[in-house]
C-alpha cells in the first residue's frame, strides 16, 4: 500500500542517492520515494531486466533514474558503480544499503559457505560500498560544495535483538550491519560530517523477506505469540527513510531506527 508522503514534495530537492538493491522491495518503495521528494536515483542490483523494469517505474513517476548492474560482493562493481553514479549525476548525496540475502536453514544445517555468503553481502557488501563511496560523501567532493557531508543509510533487521530461529547467517550479518552503522556514524560524523543511521524493519508485507521467511501457516498463528504483531508497508519503511535522510534528521547519527510497531519488544500476554 502507498499512501500521500505528509513530506512536503521538495525536501530531498537536488540530492542524489545510490540504492543497492533499489530495484526491487523495500529498496525500490525507498528508491520512489526518495524521487518522489525530489532527488535523483541510482539503483544497483544484479538482475539487469529487474533493474530495466524498475527504472521504467520510477521515470513513469517523472522520477529520474538509472540502473547500473553489480554485485556488492565485488568491489570492483562497488567502486564501477559508484564512480559511474557520479559521472552520471555530476555527484553522490546519499548512500542507500539495502542489498541482501537470505534463506531460512537450521544451523546444523547451514554450510559455512552459506554463512559466509549472507555475510558477504550484507556485511562486507554494506563496508565495501561505504568504502567506496566515502570519497563522493565528503563536503568537498566534486559537485557537493556542501556545508555538510553526505548521508548513508543502512537497512538492518531487528531479528539480532534477541535470537531468531534458522536465521543465525542473517542476525551475525545484521548485527555487524548495526556496528558499521555506528562505527562509521563516530568515525565519518566526526571527519567529514557524514551521518550514518540505520533503519530495523519488522515484517514489511509484498517483499521477499515476507514471502521467503514467514509462511503463510505462520503469519496466521504468530499473533498468538507476539500480540503486537502486524505486517506493515513498505512506505512505513520509506517514510522513516525519507525523514533521516532529509534536513528533519540532521542530528540523528548512529542510530538503527526499528520500524516494526514495536513488534521486537514483544511478549506473550499472561
Ligand atoms: C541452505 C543455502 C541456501 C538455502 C544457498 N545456500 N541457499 N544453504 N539453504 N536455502 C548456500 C549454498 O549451499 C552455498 O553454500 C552458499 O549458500 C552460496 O550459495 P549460492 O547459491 O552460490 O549463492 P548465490 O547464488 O550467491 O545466492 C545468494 C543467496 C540467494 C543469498 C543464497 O538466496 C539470494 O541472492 N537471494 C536473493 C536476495 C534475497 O533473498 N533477498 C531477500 C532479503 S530479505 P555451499 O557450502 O553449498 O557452497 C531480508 C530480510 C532480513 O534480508 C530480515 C528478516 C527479518
Redesign the pocket.
Known sequence: MSMDSPFKSDILKGKVALLT?GGS?IGLEISTQFGKHGASIAIMG?RRNVLDAAVSALQSLGITAVGFEGDV?KREDARRVVEATVKHFGKLDILVNA???????AAE??????????MD??AVGTFTMCHEALKYLKKDAPGRNSSTGGFILN?????HYTA?WY?IH?SAA?AAVDALTRNLALEWGTDYDIRVNGIA???IGD???MS??VPQEINNKIKDYMPLYKVGDKWDIAMAAVYLASDAGKYINGMTMPVDGGLWLSRPRH
Not at 547451514?110 to 554463512?115: H, V
Open positions: 538493491g522491495g544484479r560482493r542489498a541482501a540475502g537470505n534463506f531460512l536453514v544445517d547451514l554450510s559455512p559457505n552459506g554463512f559466509k555468503t549472507v553481502i550484507d537497512i538492518s533487521a531487528t531479528l531468531s536465521q542473517v545484521k524493519p519488522g515484517p517483499t521477499a523477506g521467503k521467511l
